[in-house]
């Protein structure tokens, strides 16, 4: 069966440290990748998806990057984090793309201070 | 590119009631329609989704209607017990993999 990871479950960083963050998919080939932020209280923003290696669409301007060096790894990353960027940070993966059940990792809860 | 919204915001039933939860989309190409419940600190969990070929579909206390024509869905939850208490998300996707979700409803089943 399919299985997704993400780490770390939480991370607290100062304004203006770097980030990353790692989601891997186990199960499964050529999966589709995305990223969601969640801040509090709010609902899903997708940030980023990837449809295979080095295939990566943002939807959202920000100080935010995502990289996929490998079938089934997704990092997401920022060289200098804001407050804003504290949030509920969601990897999921899908079969197909479009028209498909997504699937979500554990999360990251990140804070900024 | 898609937009959607749901409502209510928050519900608040008693428990053995009835909620409903409505979501509207603006893009016709949309053909995939999930629901994800969300409880306090955990993941997006799918509860059920629908295709756009297909009007209403069921699972134990939990159902899904969609009317293509107005553009909207619902989800329908009956019996509530306080363990449906969570956040539920729908979404709605186009054929080019931008599934975009609503705001999400909290619901509250008081005993």
């Known amino acids: 069966s399919q299985t997704i990871h993400q780490w770390p479950a939480t991370l607290v960083q100062p304004v203006g440290s770097p980030l990353s963050l790692e989601c891997t998919v186990e199960g499964t080939s050529n999966p589709n990748l995305y990223w969601y932020r969640q801040a509090a209280g709010r609902g899903l923003q997708l940030l980023f998806y990837?449809?295979?290696?080095?295939?990566i669409s943002s939807e959202v301007p920000q100080n935010l990057s995502a990289s996929r060096p490998q079938d089934r790894q997704f990092i997401l990353s920022s060289k200098k984090l804001l407050l804003s960027d504290s949030g509920f940070y969601l990897c999921a993966w899908s079969v197909d793309p479009g028209g498909d059940t997504q699937y979500f990792g554990p999360g990251t809860r990140l804070t900024v201070l | 590119g898609e937009n959607v919204e749901q409502h209510p915001s928050t519900l608040s039933v008693q428990e053995g009631d009835s909620a409903v939860i409505k979501c509207t989309y603006s893009d016709s190409a949309s053909n995939y329609f999930p629901w994800y419940k969300q409880e306090l600190g955990k993941r997006p969990q799918l509860i059920i989704d629908i295709r756009s070929n297909v009007g209403e579909k069921k699972d134990q206390r939990i159902a899904v209607t969609l009317n293509k024509t107005a553009k909207h869905f619902s989800l329908h939850i009956t019996e509530t017990q306080p363990e449906d208490s969570a956040v539920y998300f729908c979404?709605?996707?186009?054929?080019?993999?931008?599934?975009?979700f609503g705001a999400g409803t909290r619901l509250t089943v008081k005993p």
């Open positions: 990837s449809v295979g290696i080095g295939q």
């Open positions: 979404a709605a996707t186009p054929f080019n993999n931008d599934m975009r």
